[in-house]
C-alpha cells in the first residue's frame, strides 16, 4: 500500500475515530490499531468491538493494500505535521521516513454492517435529543449487573427517554419508527453525538441488534438492545397533576437557577464551617412565587402565569441546573413547571421536551 494524505485533515480525523479504539482490550494488540484500506477509495476504519466507525478521507492512491497501525504510535508522528504526508506499509514519509511495526489488516475484526432494505433519514434534531438525555442516562454501579445493558437512552416510536433515580427526560421524535424499542447504550450514544453533532442529514439502518448511521463522510454501527422492558415514563406523567403550575421565560429562569450558588456553607455554634449541596425553597402563595436558600433572602420570580393552591417545596439546585440545561431559550422562549405536592416529583416541560425531578425531604 502507498498512499498521501492530509496530516492535519488525518489528525482530526483521529480525535474522532479515538472513542472507538479498543483501548480497554489490552490483551488483544490489533485492538490497539486502527486500519487504513487503499482501494477504489480511502477508508480508516476503528472498532473496539462494540461500536464501529467507518471514515472516508481524500487523498490519492500509488498502490492499493491495507495495513493496520497502532493508534497512539500514529497520533504520535503525525501530531505536529499539516502537510501531506505518504503512507505505506511500513513508514510514514514528510521530508523525512518514519518507520512504524504494522500489524496484518487480516487479525482485525471484521464490521458486521446491517444489512436491511428499509433506510430512514434522520435529522440533526434527532442528535440533539440523545445528547440533551445522555446527561440523565442511569449509571448504575451495583454488582451483579449488566450495565451496558441497562445504561442507555431509549427511543420509541414517540419519544427518545433517558432516566436515572432522581430524573427522567422525555424528548419528542417521529423520525424512527421501528417496530420494537430501542436501547442505545451510553458509550454508543456519546459516540453518535460526537460524530453527527455537524451533520444535517443522517442516513439510518436498524435491526433487532445494530444501528448504523451514516453521512457523507462517517459511518457507525453500534451494538443496540431491542429486547428489554422500556421505561413506563406514559404512566409516570399521566399520573402526575395539571393544575399547580407556573408559566416562566425559559431564558429568565435559567439565569435565576445559575445565579444561585450550588454549594452553600453553615457554621453551627462555634464549631468548623460544614459544605452541602444547595437546597432551594420554592413557595406558589397568592399567585406570587418566591425562592430563597440558607444564604438567599426570599424573591419573587416574575412568571407569566401563576395557577394553584398554596405550595411549598424543596429541591437541589444542581439537580434544577441539570434539568433545565437541555431546554433551547431560543427556540422555545417558555417553560411550563408543574408541581403535585410537596414530596411528589415536578414537571418541567416545553412543546419539545419534558423532564421530572424529585423534591428534597427537609
Not at 132 to 141: D, G, I, V
Not at 223 to 236: A, G, H, Q, S, V
Request: hydrophobic share 35%.
Amino acid at each position: 500500500m502507498k498512499i498521501q494524505l492530509n496530516a492535519k485533515t488525518l489528525n482530526n480525523i483521529l480525535k474522532k475515530v479515538k472513542l472507538f479504539v479498543g483501548f480497554n482490550l489490552k490483551k488483544l494488540p490489533i485492538m490497539q490499531t486502527i486500519k487504513i484500506t487503499a482501494s477504489d477509495a480511502i477508508h480508516i476504519t476503528a472498532t473496539n468491538l462494540s461500536n464501529s466507525i467507518i471514515v472516508n478521507i481524500l487523498g490519492e492512491i500509488f498502490e492499493q493494500g491495507e495495513v493496520c497501525i497502532n493508534f497512539k504510535e500514529l497520533q504520535q508522528m503525525i501530531k505536529s505535521q499539516t502537510e501531506d504526508i505518504i503512507i505505506t506499509d511500513s513508514t510514514i514519509e514528510n521530508g523525512i521516513t518514519i518507520n512504524y511495526e504494522p500489524y496484518s489488516a487480516l487479525e482485525y475484526p471484521n464490521i458486521q454492517m446491517v444489512e436491511v432494505d428499509q433506510l430512514t433519514t434522520l435529522s440533526n434534531d434527532f442528535i440533539t435529543g440523545l445528547n440533551t438525555c445522555l446527561p440523565h442516562a442511569w449509571n448504575s454501579k451495583m454488582e451483579g449487573i449488566n450495565r451496558q445493558t441497562y445504561e442507555g437512552v431509549w427511543i420509541d416510536k414517540e419519544n427518545i427517554i433517558a432516566s436515572d433515580t432522581h430524573t427522567l427526560v422525555v424528548y419528542k421524535q417521529n423520525e424512527i419508527q421501528y417496530p420494537k424499542n430501542i436501547l442505545i447504550p451510553s458509550s454508543a450514544v456519546k459516540c453518535i453525538v460526537d460524530t453527527f453533532k455537524k451533520s444535517n442529514t443522517i442516513q439510518c439502518k436498524i435491526n433487532d441488534k445494530l444501528m448504523e448511521l451514516s453521512d457523507n463522510d462517517y459511518t457507525i454501527i453500534c451494538r443496540i438492545y431491542t429486547d428489554i422492558e422500556i421505561p413506563k415514563y406514559k404512566m409516570i406523567l399521566q399520573g402526575l397533576r395539571e393544575d399547580n403550575y407556573i408559566t416562566v421565560n425559559t431564558k429568565y429562569f435559567k439565569s435565576i437557577i445559575d445565579k444561585l450558588p450550588v454549594k452553600e456553607k453553615y457554621k453551627k455554634d462555634d464549631d468548623e464551617d460544614f459544605e452541602f449541596s444547595t437546597i432551594v425553597d420554592l413557595e406558589m402563595f397568592n399567585n406570587n412565587v418566591t425562592m430563597n436558600t440558607l444564604t438567599v433572602k426570599p424573591f419573587e420570580i416574575k412568571c407569566k402565569e401563576v395557577c394553584g393552591d398554596h405550595l411549598k417545596l424543596s429541591y437541589y439546585n444542581h439537580l434544577m441546573k441539570k434539568l433545565i440545561n437541555g431546554f433551547n431559550e431560543k427556540e422555545n422562549k417558555e417553560l411550563i413547571i408543574k408541581f403535585n405536592g410537596i414530596l411528589r416529583p415536578f414537571v418541567i416541560e416545553n412543546d419539545k421536551m419534558i423532564v421530572l425531578g424529585l423534591p428534597v425531604r427537609k
